[in-house]
């Protein structure tokens, strides 16, 4: 059993030092009434400059010389200007890699000249969409579905904050009220965030986000049992929920949501995000019914051994997170 742990930890910290290199790639592009396109897109660092794509446009638009790039923490980002006569309405756009597409989804949030707004998201199947219409609420409620299970599901700093909380709450009923805690609070900040009620700048949530793991891989690894992190584990996983909501939200901010279907968008990708959440708690459920099957009544408190292993492999991955974001915005 001690094994199956560690070894779901060493997966858990192997995967989350690559934190959000599983990102899509985002191409967001402003059509003037002149004519004029600004086409921007990011790529993530998993992906050499080499291997960056391009945005496809329409065959009656021309490119204005080469993209110019500009590389940083967060990736690659590019910039193009084209000429588009024809206008983009109605017209396909699309992504192409100069070789296979490495699994990757791509984002598109696409300003219009009369101002209207289009998103959509490309699975890493499909290269094209046909911006011909706004789409149905129903599409709109599976794409941002599948944008908030794809942000969870390479969200490892969320997923290793869970697994902390799971591990500090340890009984069932209080890993539900913990657990319950934590998404209420970032629901509610994903939502005041998204409609712009509340705003607070990106950078520094990620280094926070980042803190508050490292916090809990401190308490884990601690002796003491009488703090209030052990004995409330929902006042601390609801206090840092309202932070990982801003962190959510740092994601919808990118893609933009659909003109008058806003709350559609974020219900849905919260509902995503959730479906997620729930899915890696079910993958852990085996586990933990098999740590307390001899032992009814002590919860996690049967892992005991791994306390220290899981303190100090979560404390040095939150720990270098912490430093790498902070050196982003305080260079």
């Not at 998201?121 to 129903?138: H, V």
Request: charged residues 15%; hydrophobic residues 50%.
């Amino acid at each position: 059993m001690k094994a199956a742990c560690l070894a779901l930890l060493a997966a858990l910290v192997a995967h989350a030092a690559n934190a959000h290199d599983a990102r899509p790639v985002f191409v967001e592009i402003r059509e003037a009434p002149s004519g004029h396109v600004d086409v921007r897109w990011k790529v993530p660092p998993v992906l050499p400059p080499a291997a960056a794509p391009r945005p496809v446009l329409p065959a009656s638009c021309t490119p204005h010389g080469e993209p110019t790039r500009r590389a940083g923490p967060e990736g690659l980002g590019l910039r193009q200007i084209f000429s588009c006569p024809r206008g983009l309405a109605g017209e396909s756009l699309g992504l192409r890699f100069p070789g296979a597409n490495p699994s990757l989804s791509a984002v598109f949030r696409v300003t219009l000249a009369n101002g209207e707004l289009h998103s959509r998201i490309l699975p890493p199947g499909s290269t094209s969409w046909l911006l011909a219409r706004a789409p149905e609420r129903l599409e709109i409620a599976a794409e941002f579905t599948w944008l908030g299970l794809r942000h969870i599901a390479a969200g490892f700093d969320h997923l290793l904050f869970v697994t902390c909380l799971l591990f500090i709450a340890g009984t069932g009923r209080r890993i539900l009220v913990t657990i319950t805690g934590f998404t209420v609070a970032h629901s509610l900040t994903l939502a005041l965030s998204t409609l712009g009620w509340v705003r607070l700048p990106v950078p520094p949530v990620e280094a926070t986000i980042a803190l508050s793991i490292l916090f809990l891989a401190v308490e884990i690894a601690a002796k003491e049992r009488d703090s209030l992190t052990w004995r409330h584990p929902v006042a601390v996983s609801a206090s840092f929920g309202l932070l990982h909501g801003f962190g959510f939200a740092a994601v919808l901010g990118e893609i933009g949501l659909p003109a008058g279907e806003v709350p559609i968008a974020l219900l849905f990708f919260n509902l995503g995000v959730e479906l997620g959440q729930l899915g890696f708690l079910a993958a852990l459920a085996p586990l933990l019914w098999w740590a307390g099957r001899d032992h009814p009544g002590l919860g996690l408190g049967v892992l005991e051994p791994l306390r220290l292993p899981v303190g100090y492999g979560v404390g040095a991955v939150a720990g270098f997170w912490l430093i790498e974001r902070i050196s982003r915005f305080a260079a």
